[in-house]
């Protein structure tokens, strides 16, 4: 298996109110849960027959998804992932699917490009095409001065705090 590193949530505590068990997201392992969370969710493809959806895969290699416009640390119910992002399934006409898009854009839990692999692993489980790596990868530094997420653009390592600016590790944090 590979190197598991788990992701604790370091976004804004406010969002901690929002967790409930019962609004945890949907564990998918298979095409046949990705078909009834559609229905169940009442999602409504794009004019490119696309569903984007919020993702976490938790500690058992699954992948949990919820309404894109909902809080990572909603879908993992306040637990602990092993990556976060936000992920685009297609529908095609003969009513088969596959990933066209998969980011780990999570401000809540910042997870590493590097956690590509627990979502490789989740994905292959469920039998679905998807691309070779993240479609977008980003990086992220939490300041040890102010404690702000700070997203790095263009190998700027700078806190985008205006207050603070102080320098960010290139290194992961």
Known sequence: MHKQIEYTFVGDTELLRLVKSEWKGYCIT??????YWIKK???KPDTNSEITATFIIDLEYNLVIHDRHSEHVVCAAGENVLSAGEITFVLLKNKTYFISQITNQSTGYCPSPKSWDMVKCALEKIRIPFPDFFTTAFEFRI??????????????????????QNQLPPNEN
């Open 30 to 35: 298979s095409v046949a849960d990705i078909e």
């Open 41 to 43: 969710t009442y999602q």
């Open 143 to 164: 300041c040890g001065s102010c404690g702000w997420i700070n997203v790095i653009k263009d190998n700027y390592f700078v806190c985008i705090n205006n207050e603070c």
